[in-house]
Nanobody, 121 residues
Framework: VQLQASGGGQVQTGDSLRLSCAAS????????MGWFRQAPGKEREFVAAVSRGGGSTNYADSVKGRFTISRDNAENTVLLQMNNLKPEDTALYYCAASPASSGSPKMYRYWGQGTLVTVSS
């Protein structure tokens, strides 16, 4: 599975962005999909995950109520809708694929290249 993330940009506090992750390969539906982020000088952290069929989602406490993850298995795409963005959301955002449901980056087998989100106050 190859992953290509897009949709990042520079916005102001309170704005919205939608990140997209396009997956190539035959077995997209075999994988749980997640979004992670890494700010400068910090470790990579879990943001959100969605199950293989899209029926189950999980979020980091810091983004609950503001971010929504979804997937379209017909289009091999995973989306992350980010609303009410804050400066602390500034980071490089990665999509990733895991054979198991997990919030640990160690469980994710495939990674996209990252897309930068910058939120100014």
């Amino acid at each position: 599975v190859q992953l290509q993330a897009s949709g990042g940009g520079q916005v102001q506090t309170g704005d919205s962005l939608r990140l997209s992750c396009a997956a190539s390969g035959r077995f997209f539906t075999s994988y749980h999909m997640g979004w992670f982020r890494q700010a400068p000088g910090k470790e990579r952290e879990f943001v959100a995950a969605v199950s293989r069929g899209g029926g189950s989602t999980n979020y980091a406490d810091s983004v609950k109520g503001r971010f929504t993850i979804s997937r379209d298995n017909a289009e091999n795409t995973v989306l992350l809708q980010m609303n009410n963005l804050k400066p602390e959301d500034t980071a490089l955002y990665y999509c990733a694929a895991s054979p198991a449901s997990s919030g640990s980056p160690k469980m994710y087998r495939y990674w996209g290249q990252g897309t930068l989100v910058t939120v100014s106050s």
